[in-house]
């Protein structure tokens, strides 16, 4: 396959990206009260719409599904028109925006729950090892350990697929060009994938693989009865153990099954995470230079996936130059440069230096501070305008 520059243009879902730059993820924690996206997030997102693609931070498909403080929602009107804000944004600055969707599964504390229930769990099995982001007991911001949760009952499936068909509706309705489900990092869809954790009876469980991605692929279905399949990705991070997942003897199987399902659907793309660290919080990083997927491992899903493949670990410009040219990958997604950087293709373009965002205003609630107060680079002066 021929390989393409990090500036070429690619076609996603029968819409044209600009370029192969992808802004990541990211929870950035901004939102006002109700979980509602607002005008200073609309000029975040919008800051930063030179990127080919935007996804989106981690929103919540229904109040059940929150695992962290002032993470958006898309389950009511009001939410929508918050997030309508952010699209046009986005759109008005010539750019391409996916939803990034979610349910945290038992990632999540009591005191985050619509009134104060356990976190939905695929088993009742506590991710003991794991904290997530709420009030501690003195009612203080910190990181805190996720709470014991209860098992989804079979009964209880098709009301939560009817909360993802609804997100997706309003997802739609608020002007997102596609949408990206969040089946990585221990959060509920990978819950379910893992051998070792889902030890369900029923048919969302069990050691053969239709079951354990069948929660996945009725999710997937649904979205591109709306969206239309080449218009999803979905987050996967094979091998990873973030959030207390287990190791899984059958991940790579699984992994691969669930690729060739998806390409059966014509799934837009796959986005591939690979973690350096077992367990942690928001702080966790990845790094590309250090450890990453295998080259035998990506080639294969090269293979088994005809659709865009996003490949996300830590790049610089050069290693992902230097990943796109393998012809393994189409889209090389940013995360940390992007906060400090909001024209980071035209840096990256032009060889500028890029700015180091200070971590402690990742996730602050100061208003502008850490979040849009960072300019665009002006070759003209040694300063920045």
């Known amino acids: 396959m021929k390989s393409a520059s990090l500036f070429a243009p690619f076609q996603l879902g029968g819409q044209e990206l600009a370029n192969r730059v992808v802004m990541a993820p990211m929870t950035r924690t901004r939102t ?4 509602v996206p607002n005008e200073l997030m609309a000029k975040y997102y919008g800051q930063r719409a030179s990127a080919g693609l935007i996804i989106s931070e981690a929103t919540d498909v229904a109040p059940h599904s929150k695992g962290y403080l002032w993470t958006p929602g898309i389950y009511n009107d009001e939410q929508v028109r918050g997030w309508k804000l952010v699209t046009d944004s986005v759109h008005r600055n010539g750019g391409k925006i996916f ?6 599964g038992r990632m999540s504390h009591t005191s985050l729950m619509p009134d104060g229930q356990q976190p939905w769990g695929v088993t009742d099995e506590q991710a003991v090892g794991s904290d997530v982001f709420a009030h501690g007991s003195d009612g ?14 079979t009964e209880e499936m098709p009301a939560l697929l009817d909360d993802f068909e609804r997100a997706f509706r309003n997802a739609g309705e608020a002007g997102f060009d596609g949408i990206e489900l969040h089946a990585a990092n221990g959060y509920l869809f990978e819950q379910f994938m893992n051998s070792t954790l889902n030890t369900r009876t029923d048919h969302y469980g069990g050691q053969n693989f239709e079951n354990r991605t069948r929660f996945l692929l009725e999710v997937v279905d649904l979205a591109a009865g709306i969206f239309g399949a080449g218009r999803i990705g ?13 190791a899984d003897p059958h991940g790579e199987d699984t992994f691969f099954y669930l690729c060739r399902e998806l390409d059966r659907r014509g799934v837009g793309y796959i986005h591939l ?26 080639k294969k899903v090269r293979e088994e996936f005809r659709g865009g493949i996003i490949w996300c ?16 990958v189409d889209m090389i997604a940013f995360g940390r440069p992007f906060v400090g950087n909001p024209d980071l293709v035209a840096r990256f373009k032009n060889n500028w230096p890029l700015v180091e965002a200070d971590r402690s205003a990742y996730y602050t609630r100061n208003g502008e501070i850490g979040f849009t107060d960072f300019p665009n680079f002006n070759p003209h002066s040694a300063e920045v305008d």
């Open 32 to 35: 006002s009260p109700g979980d």
């Open 99 to 104: 939803q990034q969707i979610w349910h945290v």
């Open 140 to 153: 203080r911001l910190t990181f805190v350990r996720a709470s014991k949760p209860r098992q989804i009952g």
């Open 234 to 246: 979905i987050r996967l991070s094979p091998f990873g153990h973030y959030n207390s997942i287990p």
């Open 273 to 298: 995470l690979y973690q350096l660290l077992p367990s942690g919080n928001m702080e966790q990083v990845t790094r590309f230079e250090e450890t990453n997927l295998p080259d035998a491992f990506v």
């Open 313 to 328: 670990g830590s790049f610089s410009r050069e290693s992902a130059e230097q990943a796109l040219a393998t012809g393994m």
